[in-house]
């Protein structure tokens, strides 16, 4: 298979990850190597190397309940698809039916946003949450992208204070190290900077729409002659010129504040100062960078947004912000704040800087001979007993031991027994190679 195929997660990741332990102990993940991208872009499969993504998740949900005393936090299920109440350029629509225009969504959090509301409208002190999910986007003019990824992200719900801010911008950056990652930036921005410049240029929706188009390409040239042709104000010019500058470490956030046209500018500065401040005590700071020029893909964000970029990717591995009104659309006043983890990005960059993601192999595969089968169910269940994983084989009479060999090793299983008609026992440690012959009343 093409390597570069190897680079993107499957959908069956997702499922995986919330599937219930006592499935996960009858279970052997399905073979590497076997899936392809179907020509809509959204992926087919018929098994794939899971296991070590699926080692990865569970250790990027340990980083999400460990970190900065993130006990508590609660994984969440989303919906693929959502009721369709206005429409969405980018959305993949369908119809039910009764007639109704459903998506499938194109972002989670709005859906985190309606359970935020609806599962937790009685509950006044912060909440976290996490959650995997895919979204699928139609990227109709962007040939090569694929219309669905997945995505993990964790949610601080119900505080919209500075420390709540920093402490997402440290679980990000602790995700990353925890999955292997070394060489990275999170590119931090604050809206309301960028809405300051929006209001002192006095722009309407249309120009409004036009600048953050323009800006969000790095067009700076396409703004400057744009401004001029609807006669923005001088100051306002320069000050949309000069974001290309404002991208860099904590001394860009000075001239920022020099340039801020009014109170709201000011104030979104000094939150990012304050933010860097608290990061320092986490000693995650030299992880991130500041990019005044950042808008937000989507109008719900209300504070600061990031971006967390590496090498072997094209896009953003983590995209996140603050989104402080968005749940009141649903009831509910809660300030929140949030990220995702482009797995698909992630996974690229893992691969093409050559990090392996180490995992163990626990899984135990039992192939028993016809007439041993009483025999290979008490030990499965013993192992089971023992919260470790077993499957079940019946032995094929045109297989032979080193076919079942080669059988756990393509499913990552960690070890073999494999029990002959006369009951003689082989045991096989998969990860050595290591073989040993017992007989059935010496094993334990």
């Known amino acids: 298979m093409n390597k570069s195929k190897k680079t993107i997660i499957c959908i069956a990741i997702a499922v995986v990850v919330i599937i219930c332990a006592v499935i ?5 993940f399905a073979p590497k190597g076997a899936f392809k991208e179907g020509s809509s872009g959204v992926i087919e499969y018929s098994g794939y190397n899971v296991e070590g993504l699926h080692y990865g998740f569970n250790t990027q949900q340990e980083c999400y309940l460990k970190t900065d005393n993130y ?21 993949l629509k369908f119809f039910d039916k009764d007639g109704n225009t459903l998506v499938l969504r194109p972002d989670i959090t709005p859906s985190i946003a309606r359970a935020s509301a609806t599962l937790f409208k009685d509950e006044n002190l912060p909440i976290r949450l996490c959650y995997t999910g895919n ?24 505080d919209d204070s500075v420390e709540a801010d920093a402490e997402m911008l440290a679980l990000v950056i602790e995700s990353m190290l925890t999955i292997g990652l070394k060489e990275f930036q999170l590119c931090v921005g604050n809206v309301d900077f960028f809405q300051s410049l929006i209001e002192d240029a006095s722009l309407d929706e249309e120009a409004e729409e036009r600048v953050r188009e323009l800006i969000g390409n790095r067009n700076y040239f396409g703004v400057e002659e744009f401004l001029d042709s609807i006669q923005a104000k ?17 001394d860009i956030l000075e001239k920022a504040e020099n340039l801020a046209p009014n109170s709201k500018g000011v104030m979104a500065i000094r939150r990012l100062e304050k933010i860097y401040h608290i990061l320092r005590y986490y000693g995650v700071e030299k992880f991130v960078t500041f990019d005044l020029s950042m808008t937000g893909t989507y109008g719900y964000y209300t504070g600061i947004v990031f971006r967390g970029y590496t090498y072997g990717t094209g896009d953003a591995v983590v995209k996140g912000g603050r989104y402080d009104h968005l749940i009141e659309k649903f009831g509910k006043k809660s300030p929140s704040i949030g990220f995702a983890i482009v797995i698909d990005e992630l996974v690229s960059a893992l691969t ?21 089968q009483l025999e290979a169910i008490r030990l499965a269940k013993d192992f089971r007993r023992k919260a470790k994983n077993a499957e079940l084989l019946k032995k094929d009479e045109n297989s032979g031991l080193e076919d079942y060999i080669r059988y756990g090793n393509d499913y990552y299983a960690g070890s073999l027994v494999y029990i002959e008609e006369t009951g003689e026992v082989t045991m096989v440690n998969l990860v050595t190679g290591e073989q040993k012959i017992v007989n059935s009343t010496d094993r334990s």
Do not use: C, W
């Open 71 to 91: 006990n508590g936090v609660k994984e969440i299920d989303v919906n693929f698809a959502e009721t369709a109440e206005q429409d969405v350029v980018l959305s």
């Open 24 to 28: 996960l102990k009858n279970t052997v």
């Open 352 to 372: 093409r800087q050559k990090i392996r993601i180490v995992y163990p192999r626990k899984n135990t595969i039992i192939v028993y001979a016809e007439g041993r």
């Open 135 to 158: 979204t699928f986007v139609n990227h109709s003019s962007y040939q090569g992208r694929l219309r669905e990824t997945t995505q993990m992200g964790a949610e601080f719900v119900g």
């Open 234 to 250: 001088r100051s306002s010019k320069e000050a949309f010129s000069a974001l290309n500058e404002l991208i860099g470490g904590i």
